[in-house]
Every structure is written in structure tokens, then in C-alpha cells.
């Protein structure tokens, strides 16, 4: 069964600081692996996504992924934290292109000035 | 625009009322999707539709119902709303490339 695991339900960062959100997954396949980001009272909007092509994904705002095998981890890293990044960040896994995506607990992102 | 519509996107009820969450997406994607997003829970999936006349349960799917006659809409009915149905509800469809496009959410709270 497929699982996601976000370490850290809440993260802190100064703004210009490293951002990074943790992922861990469980999928008893090759894993299509999703971060998705969320703005309050918005809908979730599409970050990055995994699908096998390269291990490192960049996604919109500066954002990218690293998918590593062997740690089953697909952590989320931007190098310098904006303001404009403090929303809550989702984790997801799915075995199929047009499968059921099984989501993490979510991390909230804030940034300090 | 193309994208995904959800009505209401608030609503107060009481318990014991039946409550239709709307949904329409104009991309004509095969599936679609109702999630339930609960503080320390992130989303959990409620039931997803495949196609028109085709739908399955998801992980919660008790105290709803859906129903999928044209691809372009995905109502959602809590047949007698209860407290613990106090939610946002997320309609979603899906790219063949694998994405999730979200709705705004319904906001409802079961008094």
C-alpha cells in the first residue's frame, strides 16, 4: 500500500534562508510523486512532479525535488525563502498516471522577515 | 475559463439536512475526485469516478454519496449531514499525465 510520510507539520525559515520539506514515501512501485502547494481558502495548485524522466524535478517559484531511490524520500528545496513561499506544502504518491493519489498530513511553511 | 467549478463554497446546514456539493470542470478529463481536507488529517480521499456512470469509494466514504451521469459534473451528497462532517471539500479531476487539478473547496460546517 501506498503511503506518505511529511516530517515537520510546521517549518519555520528566515526569508533568503533555505527552505526544505521533507517527504518520505511507501509504494511497492515505481512511484509518480507530486508537491503541491496551498494558499488559505485556495485550492491546492501543482509544484513539481516525479514521473521517472530525471531524478532532480524543478517546479514554479524556484522550487525543485530531488527523487532518491534508496532513502525513499522526494524532499521539497528552494534555495532562498520569500514571503510570498508561506503556504502549506503536500507531499503526494501515486502507482498510476491516472490513479488515486494518496496525500501527506501537510507541512506549513513560514517565513520570518 | 476552463477549470474546475465547486458550489457552494460556503454553507451552513444542521444535522440530520441533506447537502449537494456541486462540481463541474470543463476539460472533459476521465476522472475525478472528492477529497475532505480535516486539520491534521491533510486530504483523504472520499470517491472518485473513472469515467460517466462509473464511481468507487475512496477512504472515507461513509455518509456520502455521488453520483456521475455527465463527465463534466460530480455532485456530492451528505444524505443527513452529521457534526463530524464539519469539512472542506476539495472536487479534483485528473491530466493523463498524472496532475491533480483542484477546485476552490466548498467550506461546510454542520451545526
Known amino acids: 500500500a501506498q503511503s506518505v510520510t511529511q516530517l515537520g507539520s510546521h517549518v519555520s525559515v528566515s526569508e533568503g534562508a533555505l527552505v526544505l520539506l521533507r517527504c518520505n514515501y511507501s509504494?511497492?512501485?515505481?512511484?509518480?510523486l507530486f508537491w503541491y502547494v496551498q494558499y488559505p481558502n485556495q485550492g491546492l495548485q501543482l509544484l513539481l512532479k516525479?514521473?521517472?524522466?530525471?531524478?532532480l524535478v524543478k517546479g514554479i517559484n524556484g522550487f525543485e525535488a530531488e527523487f532518491k531511490k534508496s532513502e525513499t524520500s522526494f524532499h521539497l528545496t528552494k534555495p532562498s525563502a520569500h514571503m510570498s513561499d508561506a503556504a502549506e506544502y503536500f507531499c503526494?504518491?501515486?502507482?498510476?498516471?491516472?490513479?488515486?493519489?494518496?496525500f501527506g498530513k501537510g507541512t506549513k511553511l513560514s517565513v520570518k522577515p | 475559463d476552463a477549470g474546475i467549478t465547486q458550489s457552494p463554497r460556503y454553507k451552513i446546514t444542521e444535522t440530520g439536512r441533506q447537502v449537494t456539493l456541486m462540481c463541474h470542470q470543463t476539460?472533459?478529463?476521465?476522472?475525478m475526485f472528492w477529497y475532505r481536507q480535516d486539520l491534521g488529517h491533510g486530504l483523504r480521499l472520499i470517491y472518485y469516478?473513472?469515467?460517466?456512470?462509473?464511481?468507487d469509494k475512496g477512504e472515507v466514504p461513509d455518509g456520502y454519496v455521488v453520483s456521475r451521469s455527465k463527465t463534466e459534473n460530480f455532485p456530492l451528497t451528505l444524505e443527513s449531514a452529521t457534526r463530524s462532517q464539519t469539512s472542506v471539500y476539495f472536487c479534483?479531476?485528473?491530466?493523463?499525465?498524472?496532475?491533480?487539478?483542484f477546485g476552490e473547496g466548498s467550506r461546510l460546517t454542520v451545526l
Open positions: 503526494a504518491v501515486s502507482e498510476r498516471s491516472q490513479g488515486n493519489l494518496i
Open positions: 509504494s511497492s512501485v515505481p512511484p509518480y
Open positions: 516525479y514521473t521517472s524522466a530525471a531524478t
Open positions: 476539460w472533459s478529463h476521465s476522472y
Open positions: 469516478s473513472a469515467a460517466a456512470d462509473i464511481t
Open positions: 479534483a479531476s485528473i491530466r493523463d499525465t498524472g496532475e491533480l487539478f
